[in-house]
C-alpha cells in the first residue's frame, strides 16, 4: 500500500521535533550539572541517545544549544504560570498565588536556578540576543501589571507600582534563599530547608510583598 505523501513529511516534522525536544532535556541537565564551561556535546549525545552530529544539525554548536535551553526553560515556567489564570482571581489572592507557585515551581526544578547562575556567569550574552526570550516574559509582566491596575482601582493595592520590579521581588525572595541556602543554613546553624523552615519562608514572603502592596 503507497503511503500518503502529506504523512511523510509531518511524520519527519514529529520525528524532528521529539529529537530536538529530547536534546534539549539531556543538555539542560548536563548544562545544570557541569555549567557552560564545564558541559561536554559527548556527553549531552550520550544522555540524549542520539548521534552527537544530529545535535550539530539542529542547534549548530554549543553555545547556540546553551541559548535554545534558556529559551525552553523560559518557556516551561512561563507555559505553567499561564494555567494559574491569575486575572480570574481577586487581586491579592492573585499575587499571594504568584508567590506560592514561585515558591514551589523553584523547589521542584533546582535545575531552572542553576541554569541562571550558569547564565549570569557569562553576562546573559545567550539572553541578550534572544527575541524569543523577550517575548516570552512579556505576557507574565502584562498580566501582572493588569492585576496591579485592578486592585489600585479597587482601592486595595497603592498605584505606582511597577510591575517588572515586583516580579523581580517575589522572583529574588525564593531565588536567593534556595540558591544560597548551603551557606545560610551553615552560618545560621538552621537547616533552613526543613518542612518548617520553608513553610515559614513562603509566609514571610507573601506578607513582606503584601505588606508593601496593600493599602492599610
Same mark, same amino acid.
Given at each position: 500500500?503507497?503511503?500518503?505523501?502529506?504523512?511523510? %513529511?509531518? *511524520?519527519?516534522?514529529?520525528?524532528?521535533?521529539?529529537?530536538?525536544?529530547?536534546?534539549?532535556? =539531556? =543538555? +539542560?541537565?548536563?548544562?545544570?550539572?557541569?555549567?557552560?564551561?564545564?558541559?561536554?556535546?559527548?556527553?549531552?549525545? *550520550? +544522555?540524549?541517545?542520539?548521534? &552527537?552530529?544530529?545535535?550539530?544539525?539542529?542547534?549548530?554548536? &554549543? *553555545? &547556540?544549544?546553551?541559548?535554545?535551553?534558556? *529559551?525552553? =526553560?523560559?518557556?516551561?515556567?512561563?507555559?505553567?504560570?499561564?494555567?494559574?489564570?491569575?486575572?480570574?482571581?481577586?487581586?491579592?489572592?492573585?499575587?499571594?498565588?504568584?508567590?506560592?507557585?514561585?515558591?514551589?515551581?523553584?523547589?521542584?526544578? %533546582?535545575?531552572?536556578?542553576?541554569?541562571?547562575?550558569? =547564565?549570569?556567569?557569562?553576562?546573559?550574552?545567550?539572553?541578550?540576543?534572544?527575541?524569543?526570550?523577550?517575548?516570552?516574559?512579556? %505576557?507574565?509582566?502584562?498580566?501582572?501589571?493588569?492585576?496591579?491596575?485592578?486592585?489600585?482601582?479597587?482601592?486595595?493595592?497603592?498605584?505606582?507600582?511597577?510591575?517588572?520590579?515586583?516580579?523581580?521581588?517575589?522572583?529574588?525572595?525564593?531565588?536567593?534563599?534556595?540558591?544560597?541556602? %548551603?551557606?545560610?543554613?551553615?552560618?545560621?546553624?538552621?537547616?533552613?530547608?526543613?518542612?518548617?523552615?520553608?513553610?515559614?519562608?513562603?509566609?514571610?514572603?507573601?506578607?513582606?510583598?503584601?505588606?508593601?502592596?496593600? +493599602?492599610?
Amino acid at each position: 500500500m503507497a503511503r500518503d505523501p502529506i504523512a511523510v %513529511p509531518e *511524520e519527519r516534522m514529529r520525528d524532528a521535533d521529539r529529537s530536538q525536544s529530547t536534546i534539549l532535556a =539531556a =543538555a +539542560r541537565d548536563e548544562f545544570a550539572e557541569c555549567g557552560l564551561g564545564g558541559a561536554r556535546m559527548d556527553r549531552i549525545a *550520550e +544522555r540524549a541517545g542520539l548521534n &552527537k552530529r544530529l545535535i550539530y544539525y539542529y542547534f549548530e554548536d &554549543k *553555545e &547556540k544549544l546553551f541559548q535554545a535551553v534558556l *529559551e525552553q =526553560a523560559y518557556r516551561d515556567i512561563r507555559e505553567e504560570e499561564i494555567k494559574l489564570h491569575l486575572l480570574e482571581l481577586e487581586p491579592a489572592a492573585a499575587v499571594r498565588r504568584l508567590i506560592e507557585f514561585t515558591w514551589d515551581y523553584y523547589l521542584a526544578h %533546582p535545575e531552572f536556578m542553576t541554569l541562571l547562575n550558569s =547564565a549570569n556567569l557569562h553576562k546573559a550574552r545567550h539572553l541578550a540576543g534572544s527575541e524569543r526570550a523577550r517575548e516570552l516574559n512579556s %505576557p507574565l509582566v502584562e498580566t501582572l501589571a493588569a492585576v496591579l491596575e485592578r486592585g489600585r482601582r479597587e482601592g486595595k493595592f497603592r498605584g505606582g507600582v511597577d510591575p517588572v520590579q515586583l516580579y523581580v521581588s517575589i522572583a529574588g525572595l525564593s531565588y536567593f534563599y534556595l540558591s544560597n541556602n %548551603p551557606t545560610l543554613s551553615a552560618i545560621f546553624g538552621r537547616d533552613l530547608l526543613a518542612p518548617k523552615a520553608r513553610s515559614e519562608r513562603l509566609s514571610h514572603m507573601s506578607d513582606v510583598i503584601l505588606g508593601y502592596l496593600l +493599602r492599610s
